[in-house]
């Protein structure tokens, strides 16, 4: 099966939306979970393949992941794995990503269904009408494309970027105005800390345009001591509450490093599963939200994808290797 959506991920969430309803870890939870680890442990050695995953998964999903962490080093990861399958646990755009950098290895997503809205936010045509209209008014104008999104969107653009490495692409272009999408609030972060002209694209994520000011100050009231630890996708009246902006996998060196011992974590909730396993001394805090598309991927999910080989991405050769041009310039910029 190739590496296509026919329903939008909005369509596909209400339709499948009991699979993000909450799980109990009980011990009997746990003991069931324990087959299916072992069982996918004997499929990757037997199909020689690597499970890539991202912060926001399901908890079991990280005992079952060869590498862990968030766009930029799961980018990075997948241009040194030796497997010959790459199975990756996330949303669609990030396989596409990983088969972007490894047009010769099979990469699996373990659930189609596993889309992005704010990828959806933008397509090609779109993005190339409104470059081309932007260009007439400032001939200087690049464009920078956050990976959440399509493989044909990363194949018209100048370069890409994570939530990482955003400001430091962006400063580092030999340009005046810069076109980013599809993030809004990436975007407004973006042209905060730098001095171009950042023309940002109506796109949002529903996961952080979620998070408002009021919870982050009920709980700096109650826990005055807290860090609050914003991702900048959140809106800019949220983002003005944090005592550090941080990707995801900023976040979790900041806690391990940082001398305080509880901290608020403002993000996808599933990165606080990762910081209460990893870091289990200090104390995390929740003011996130679920998305719904990562949840899609699970380990029964994720064993089936290794015993049935699906569903493969497959992309398009000519917009993979224009995708990769925006993704290797992403890579070096960020060095």
Known sequence: MQG????????????????????????????????????????????????????????EIFEVADFVGDSLELARQATTVDAAVIVFCGVHFMAETAKILNPEKTVLLPDLRAGCSLADSVTADELVERRDALRKLYPDLLVVAYVNTTAEVKAVVDVCCTSANAVKIVNALPTQHVLFVPDEHLGDYVQRESTKTVISWNGNCYVHHQITPDSIRQVKEALPNVRVLVHPECRADVIALAD????????VRYAKQSDADEFLVVT??????????????????????????????TLDGTQRALERMEHEIVLDEAVRAAAERSLRRMLELST
């Open 4 to 59: 296509t959506i026919e329903k939008t991920p909005a369509q596909l969430a209400a339709e499948f939306a009991p699979l993000n309803e909450p799980r109990v870890y009980n011990e009997s939870a746990c003991a069931d979970l324990a087959g299916t680890i072992h069982r996918i442990g004997a499929l990757k050695a037997e199909r020689n393949a690597v499970v890539l995953a991202h912060n926001y998964q399901r908890p």
């Open 268 to 297: 996808e909730c599933g990165l606080s599963d990762r910081l209460l396993v990893e870091v289990p001394e200090k104390k995390f805090y929740k003011a996130c939200k679920l998305c719904q598309f990562m949840k899609m991927i």
């Open 244 to 251: 550090a902006v941080l990707s995801t996998s900023g976040m």
